[in-house]
């Protein structure tokens, strides 16, 4: 691990002009990997621009960063390396791909343990709780200080990937880093405020109608929902705002596995989140319809209708919690 630290060290040292990017739907994790590797870039004196397919989510609005969101036709400010953040395959950066297909010189840096291995140089720690941690060692590889603004977007980044320091990918070195990004004095207490204490209306509507779709099956130990266009236009929610319920069927009593589908931004091709806790493994689940993630959180995109896929979903998740 430490020789691909000092080769992309020199990379990054060598390199003129980046293109930073994450996967579709971010998350905490992917954009506060985006800023926080937009800012070591431009500290090492590196043009930059960060393009994703969607825009940043307004619960992360707070940072008051924007980057700039891909459409056919749009001018980009030319590249010569590509950094992809927290995603396993280059499908989940989504249209993004496009831009950057006749590129090959990618620096893929990710935790998950279903990467694909797909830059030519590849930072990949399966035992990090976030990419962001893996990005906090780059900084310290790199001699680039840690600001309190740096320190935000790297706390907020592990704090969500982590389930606010709950989940199983939680180690030692972890909370290290977090005690060292506190020590810059960046304001916690706010930071936790914005993340979990601001909750727009139209997603709390959102929950209770979703929460009224719960189905449960295998005696309890299998829950789901389904979103779908009509609740995001009665509640006036956005899309973003379903993100996080899975977590909440997945810590119902006796739930061992839980996923949302949602056939919102297409009707035949269904998304689908899962989650799991104690043994479960909704990666090994995720990736028998070409997806992935971790052992205890991941998602696919499976065609076909509603009812088609949560059968599927069913049927395999049934095949490890009816083994006990």
């Not at 989510?57 to 008051?64: E, M, R, T, V, Y």
């Not at 997603?203 to 299998?222: E, P, S």
């Not at 995109?301 to 509603?306: A, E, F, S």
Request: aromatic fraction near 8%; hydrophobic fraction near 40%; charge should be neutral.
């Amino acid at each position: 691990m430490r020789k691909i630290f000092k080769d992309i060290k020199k990379i990054l040292q060598a390199g003129d002009t980046f293109l930073i990017t994450t996967h579709i739907n971010p998350d905490g994790d992917g954009i506060g990997s985006a800023f926080a590797m937009d800012y070591l870039l431009k500290m090492l004196g590196k043009k930059t621009v960060i393009v994703c397919q969607d825009s940043v989510p307004h619960d992360f609005a707070f940072f008051g960063k924007e980057w700039i969101q891909y459409k056919e036709g749009i001018e980009i400010p030319s590249f010569h390396y590509v950094v992809v953040l927290d995603a396993p395959s280059l499908q989940r950066i989504g249209t993004v791909g496009k831009l950057i297909a006749n590129t090959s010189n990618i620096i893929n840096i990710d935790h998950h343990i279903s990467n694909q291995s797909f830059g030519k140089w590849n930072i990949v720690d399966p035992h990090a709780s976030s990419c962001s941690e893996i990005l906090y060692t780059l900084f310290q590889e790199m001699n680039v200080s840690i600001t309190q603004e740096v320190a935000s977007f790297l706390y907020v980044a592990i704090s969500t990937d982590t389930g606010s320091f709950r989940y199983q990918n939680i180690t030692p070195m972890t909370h290290t880093i977090v005690a060292e990004l506190i020590r810059t004095g960046v304001d916690v207490s706010a930071l936790n405020e914005q993340l979990y204490s601001q909750v727009p209306v139209g997603k709390v509507k959102l929950f209770a109608l979703l929460m009224n779709k719960v189905q449960l099956t295998c005696d309890g130990t299998i829950a789901w929902s389904v979103l779908t266009n009509e609740e995001l236009a009665a509640t006036g929610a956005q899309l973003s705002d379903a993100d996080g319920f899975v977590n909440v069927l997945r810590d119902i009593e006796k739930v061992k596995i839980a996923f949302m589908v949602s056939n919102v931004q297409n009707p035949s091709v269904i998304k689908a989140s899962l989650r799991s806790k104690g043994k479960y493994d909704v990666n090994t689940l995720a990736g028998s319809f070409n997806g992935g993630g971790h052992a205890k959180a991941a998602g696919c995109t499976i065609k076909g209708t509603v009812d088609e896929v949560v059968k599927k979903i069913i049927h395999k998740a049934k095949e490890q919690v009816v083994q006990e």
